[in-house]
């Protein structure tokens, strides 16, 4: 049962709730208003802010920030970007380890180098080249960019999706066989010239891409750092590299085929598509590096910004 204190101001009695709710509340005992009334009206039973004592004053006040979250919150950012720049270095030493293994594959079974990297897929390495050209797919699909323009942004990501699209193609669209009737399900569905067909549209295009990335977007948001010339540099040799590739391959297509007898056992076309990968592997090593070194950087100057001064 609540016990309410009786007091009087002039010649009417009122009855003072504050012991009773704990806020200070006074009603003439002549109003309708009743205690369970002004209960339903104010639900909070806390005290007043013009109530509260001076210890609870400072109690209330808020404290100082507690930047422990914020900078859990950081580090876990920092630590996401550095994965994936380093799920992007794993792609570039996939493009690295391609040819290298078709290589090693040719000398372990002291067997002549193939013409070109497409006709290892009818080889046991062809697990190995269809893996690693869908795993660059997947990370060229997903790649957002880098960039401090929009622009610059639209363009990486439409390009990195046009590259996923074309390994993708060269991955399930393979080179017609030579000594073999058997067909994988594209040749199958479309048939095997179709396939061919579709597999140099789709080489040409990634190769393209390449030298895009290189030669375009890749300088464009080189970092503004110490060495930046070498590496824009470092980029545009590779691109040129990756373009000179790709026209050779063209140009050997149209060769007479005398030409082509003489010089097909130099195997000058897996040369310069293992060429032409290698460079743009060794481009986004050099990028992969950049980016982290800035990024390490920032994040250890905004660490040491956080940290609160000595008193």
């Not at 080189?222 to 060495?227: E, P, V, Y």
Request: with cysteine; charged share 15%.
């Amino acid at each position: 049962m609540l016990h309410c204190k009786r007091m009087e101001r002039g010649n009417q009695p009122l009855r003072d709730v504050t012991g009773c709710l704990g806020y200070g509340i006074s009603v003439n005992r002549g109003h309708d208003m009743t205690v369970r009334q002004a209960m339903r009206r104010r639900p909070n039973f806390g005290p007043p802010q013009d109530t509260i004592s001076a210890q609870g004053t400072a109690m209330a006040q808020p404290g100082p920030p507690d930047e422990k979250p914020e900078r859990s919150s950081g580090r876990a950012s920092h630590q996401l970007v550095v994965s994936f720049l380093t799920t992007g270095r794993a792609i570039a030493f996939l493009g690295l380890f391609l040819p290298a293994s078709m290589l090693v594959w040719s000398l372990l079974t002291r067997s002549s180098i193939r013409g070109s990297l497409s006709e290892y897929y009818y080889t046991p390495v062809r697990d190995l080249m269809v893996g690693t050209l869908i795993t660059m797919a997947v990370f060229l699909w997903s790649y957002r960019g880098f960039s401090d323009r929009d622009d610059d942004l639209r363009a990486d990501r439409r390009v990195g999706k046009i590259a996923a699209a074309a390994a993708v193609i060269i991955a399930f669209a393979p080179i017609t066989p030579r000594n073999d009737d058997r067909c994988t399900l594209v040749q199958c569905i479309i048939g095997p010239q179709s396939a061919a067909m579709i597999h140099s549209i789709g080489a040409s295009v990634f190769f393209i891409c390449l030298a895009i990335f290189c030669l375009v977007l890749l300088p464009r948001s080189a970092i503004r750092s110490q060495g930046v010339v070498t590496r824009v540099r470092i980029y545009l040799g590779c691109g040129w590299l990756i373009v000179a590739a790709s026209a050779f391959i063209a140009v050997w297509q149209f060769l007479p085929p005398s030409i082509v007898f003489a010089l097909g056992h130099f195997r000058p076309v897996f040369w310069a598509e293992a060429m032409a990968i290698v460079a743009f592997s060794f481009a986004w090593i050099v990028r992969g590096r950049a980016l982290e070194a800035a990024i390490n950087r920032n994040y250890e100057l905004s660490q040491a910004a956080s940290v609160p001064a000595a008193p």
